[in-house]
């Protein structure tokens, strides 16, 4: 079936370093979606992305729809502690039947 | 802003019972879905829900599990004789529209003895 492969699964940096994080898959998705979980809570929506190519920002956070629209990467700029948790992407498709698949996860944690 | 709620945020439940999560989701939303996130994995889809019916389900979601809005306002999982790998975090979700992003409740953890 789809799969979605997040890298890094886990990531250790330093408060004030930038952030990367990527979502790769071997199918075409309509939709690329990026939520962060806190231990305890669901997935908070941070940004939503519709078209290959598209880049979008939030903040310090910046994500982008690759052209291929097979996958898409975040960037978090400037890490602060409160940026630690586990960072989902997730791709819709419509093709067929309407699919909403989340990635394996990347477990951020950052030193003061 | 408008969220999704889930009750109780914690349920533990003696294998073999039934069990009812309950999830109020938001108010113009016409999409609801049911997902499971076994603890330290991906979350993963169950089902989801719309005008009334299932419009897709997973390979997860079996004849012992069922959906149900038994009012304008509430989104209830059952699952019907649970069992010790049903341990998980439940959570509801809704979308405003087919293809739209869904947002997310805080979850209800099912702990099965």
């Known amino acids: 079936g789809q799969q979605l492969n997040q890298s890094p699964q886990s990531m250790f940096i330093q408060e004030g370093e930038d952030v990367s994080m990527n979502c790769t898959s071997s199918s075409i998705f309509n939709t690329w979606l990026w939520y962060k979980q806190d231990p305890g809570e669901g997935p908070v929506l941070l940004i939503a ?38 960072y989902f992407c997730a791709g819709i498709t419509t093709s067929g039947t309407y699919k909403y698949i989340f990635g394996t996860g990347t477990r951020l944690k950052v030193l003061a | 802003e408008p969220e ?51 419009s897709e389900k997973s390979e997860i979601f079996d004849d012992q599990f069922s959906v149900e809005r038994p009012d304008g306002s509430n989104f209830t999982l059952k699952i019907r004789s649970t069992k010790l790998e049903d341990s998980a975090m439940y959570f509801c979700a809704s979308s405003e529209n087919w293809g739209q992003p869904q947002h997310f409740g805080d979850g209800t953890r099912l702990s099965i003895l």
């Open chain 2, 4 to 54: 999704v709620t889930q009750t109780p945020s914690h349920q533990v439940t003696q294998m073999g019972q039934e069990v009812i999560l309950r999830c109020v989701p938001i108010s113009n939303h016409l999409y609801f879905y049911w997902y499971r996130q076994i603890l330290g994995q991906k979350v993963e889809f169950l089902v989801s829900f719309y005008n009334n019916e299932i």
């Open chain 1, 49 to 86: 992305l519709y078209k290959a190519g598209e880049l979008t920002s939030n903040g310090r956070l910046t994500a982008q729809f690759g052209i291929t629209r097979k996958d898409s990467f975040l960037n978090i700029s400037a890490s602060i502690p409160s940026d630690v948790g586990i």
